[in-house]
């Protein structure tokens, strides 16, 4: 495995998904409902946009959305997830929502390096998606306001390191299973019918 797949898989949908879950969770148990709503919801949009925007690519070509081929939901994921959850921590020691700006873009630019490594996306495709995940990432953020400050990290941080432990190097299926309804015909055959209105 190289360097660029073992940073990569910490970013899969197998991974992110499940932590980010456990997340929901911890704050729903120590009472921050908010900081839950907030947490859940906004990956959940973060994800469908993802999904929204690689569907576009399919049907309409790279030639009709400005040469995007397959925007990365590793990408995206890290910067909303990762970026996000240690911008609630910045909040909670009194920092400000701003933070998750740069915070959000180091974690998109280092998953998106490591995709550009591994040659399964284009610049475009990482910078598009680093736009996603870091929008999300500070949505999150403002939307959930400052965590309580009897919000127990801990416990949540260490639930976190069980699930990422467990489970990197998971693959998830979700990009395999968009390539083969593209590779299906039927997106070939909606673009055409489109495009001849």
């Given at each position: 495995?190289?360097?660029?797949?073992?940073?990569?898989?910490?970013?899969?949908?197998?991974?992110?998904?499940?932590?980010?879950?456990?997340?929901?969770?911890?704050?729903?148990?120590?009472?921050?409902?908010?900081?839950?709503?907030?947490?859940?919801?906004?990956?959940?949009?973060?994800?469908?946009?993802?999904?929204?925007?690689?569907?576009?690519?399919?049907?309409?070509?790279?030639?009709?959305?400005?040469?995007?081929?397959?925007?990365?939901?590793?990408?995206?994921?890290?910067?909303?997830?990762?970026?996000?959850?240690?911008?609630?921590?910045?909040?909670?020691?009194?920092?400000?929502?701003?933070?998750?700006?740069?915070?959000?873009?180091?974690?998109?630019?280092?998953?998106?390096?490591?995709?550009?490594?591994?040659?399964?996306?284009?610049?475009?495709?990482?910078?598009?998606?680093?736009?996603?995940?870091?929008?999300?990432?500070?949505?999150?953020?403002?939307?959930?306001?400052?965590?309580?400050?009897?919000?127990?990290?801990?416990?949540?941080?260490?639930?976190?390191?069980?699930?990422?432990?467990?489970l990197h190097g998971s693959q998830s299926t979700a990009e395999a299973a968009i390539k083969r309804i593209a590779a299906a015909g039927f997106w070939d055959d909606l673009r055409s019918g489109l495009l001849a209105r």
């Open positions: 495995m190289t360097i660029a797949a073992f940073v990569t898989d910490f970013a899969d949908q197998a991974v992110l998904i499940p932590s980010a879950i456990a997340i929901t969770v911890g704050f729903a148990a120590a009472g921050w409902h908010r900081g839950a709503l907030a947490w859940s919801g906004v990956l959940a949009c973060t994800w469908v946009s993802m999904l929204l925007l690689k569907l576009a690519c399919l049907l309409l070509g790279s030639h009709w959305v400005g040469g995007l081929h397959s925007p990365s939901g590793h990408t995206a994921g890290a910067a909303a997830a990762a970026g996000g959850f240690l911008g609630l921590i910045v909040r909670r020691r009194g920092g400000d929502w701003r933070w998750t700006i740069p915070i959000s873009a180091g974690f998109a630019t280092i998953i998106g390096l490591s995709r550009l490594a591994l040659h399964v996306h284009t610049r475009l495709d990482v910078l598009a998606a680093g736009v996603v995940g870091v929008a999300s990432a500070t949505i999150l953020v403002v939307l959930a306001g400052p965590p309580p400050p009897k919000l127990r990290l801990l416990p949540i941080i260490m639930a976190l390191a069980v699930v990422i432990l467990l």
